[in-house]
């Protein structure tokens, strides 16, 4: 049975694995990414030097790398990232770089897309011929699945929708949808800085009745419901998965953002589409990366 070297590179973490054909992983771990530090560079020297270390004591028949950033799968290239997250890694040829380094074959893809391949193979798209796949965190991205296949469009950046407009603001869609947003504002009726917060004390202080809390998350999942409502409306997909870690708290925000869809979006125009959340956790990305490259040996 073939094994497969796959890496996760976020903002914070670079999440990573061994892991065989059938899924089953023979060894996990995890690094601080540091690119703002590191920078480019320092990133491939990181995936080289995990490969490496796998090969070292296993056979492995290729490498899978779904990162940040708008990518060229076809090139394995980064064609945009932030400078601010990610400075100089803008045009970096990873994909060419590391199976240099390594000696295998390497293929990169955005970890939007990749995490939507892995709920579309193993989660909660399972078995749906169209699926859009939001991930939602400090920023909003999302991905759009036809039978199990990212599209990436004519630029690769398909799928971006942290960048939409919604509701008349002069602000962008994951400045008033995401987890940042909930925080900042549960922070300010706190009187606290939002880097003291986290997600999981705001639910807590909801729990307990704090007005302020609810309203911050009510807010946060009446913003997001109405990005959801404009994709569905848009796109019509057989599924649409929700992900990111606050979505652990499917059971307050799920009746909310449902609710709040079914009232922006008439009936006919959301037939057909079912609202669910994401079941892979932080292992989406590596499974959808298994998933592309077994699909490359077809």
């Given amino acids: 049975m073939s094994n ?21 992983f023979k060894h996990r771990g995890k690094m601080p990414t540091r690119a703002k530090t590191d920078g480019a560079d320092g990133i491939v020297e990181k995936c080289a030097g ?40 803008t045009g970096t040829q990873l994909g060419a770089r590391v199976a240099e380094a390594a000696g295998l074959p390497c293929i990169v893809e955005n970890d939007a897309n990749a995490a939507a391949v892995g709920e579309g193979w193993r989660g909660a798209a399972k078995g749906a011929a169209s699926a859009f796949v939001m991930m939602v965190g400090t920023g909003v991205g999302g991905a759009l699945l036809l039978d199990g296949r990212p599209y990436h469009g004519a630029g690769y950046s398909s799928g971006e929708v942290g960048f ?11 400045e008033i949808a995401s987890t940042r947003a909930m925080l900042q504002e549960a922070a300010f009726s706190h009187n606290v800085s939002p880097a003291e917060l986290t997600g999981e004390q705001v639910f807590a202080w909801a729990r307990q009745g704090d007005a302020d809390a609810i309203a911050a ?20 997909p057989e599924v649409f998965v929700l992900g990111g870690g606050v979505m652990a708290q499917q059971a307050i925000l799920g009746p909310r953002i449902q609710q709040r869809v079914e009232q922006l979006v008439p009936e006919a125009l959301r037939q057909g ?13 590596l499974y959808g990366m298994l998933k592309l490259l077994l699909d490359t040996r077809k």
């Fill in 4 to 24: 497969f070297i796959v890496i996760d590179i976020g903002g914070t973490y670079m999440k990573y694995g061994l892991v065989s054909e059938d899924g089953t």
């Fill in 50 to 89: 995990i490969a490496k270390e796998y090969l070292g004591h296993f056979y492995a028949d290729g490498i899978g790398i779904s990162t940040a950033g708008i990518v060229n799968p076809q090139e394995g290239s980064i064609v945009f990232a932030g400078e601010g997250s990610f400075p100089g890694y």
């Fill in 164 to 174: 939409m407009r919604v509701h008349g603001e002069h602000r962008i869609f994951e």
């Fill in 217 to 236: 998350i009510a807010h946060f999942a009446d913003n997001l419901a109405e990005g959801v409502a404009d994709i569905i409306a848009l796109l019509n």
């Fill in 273 to 285: 589409t079912r609202l669910a959340f994401a079941r892979l956790g932080n292992d989406a990305c």
